[in-house]
């Protein structure tokens, strides 16, 4: 799971959440720094920088992958390891709850499968074909560059 320590900013201090409750929606804040977490693992070479008009194909990734996270990110308990409780400060200074990517497995699939079919509108999203060699091993560098997180 991917939880985001390096914002230390706070939600509407009305929020209040019980352990059993998530939040209706999640800050758009909070969509782009995934976003863009994401989005700079695909692509290191637009780390911290901002996207311009004209770099259509990183705006089609990055609007893909928003896309792709925009339901998979869920306001949660953190997980507990080994009896242990990771208490890392998180958006609303309540050590005991945090963002993460729901069904973080799935949603790297997810993830992948929307950058590929980003980059070829062509195939529409049908599935590559074995014979198709070289979207093979474009589909699994992509795989390569994003993480997948587990906090146990």
Known sequence: MLKLKSLGLSILAASVVCH?????SVPEFVLHDFTDFYFWQLNPEMSNNSLKSDQTQYNQEWLAIKETLKDRIVWRK???CDGYTDAHEN???DLNYSYFVNDNQETITALINAVFYSRHPELKGRKIRPSETHLIREWNLIK?????????
């Open 78 to 80: 953190l997980p507990t």
């Open 144 to 152: 390569q560059s994003v993480s997948s997180y587990s906090w146990c």
């Open 91 to 93: 958006y609303a200074g």
């Open 20 to 24: 059993s409750q998530a939040l209706a």
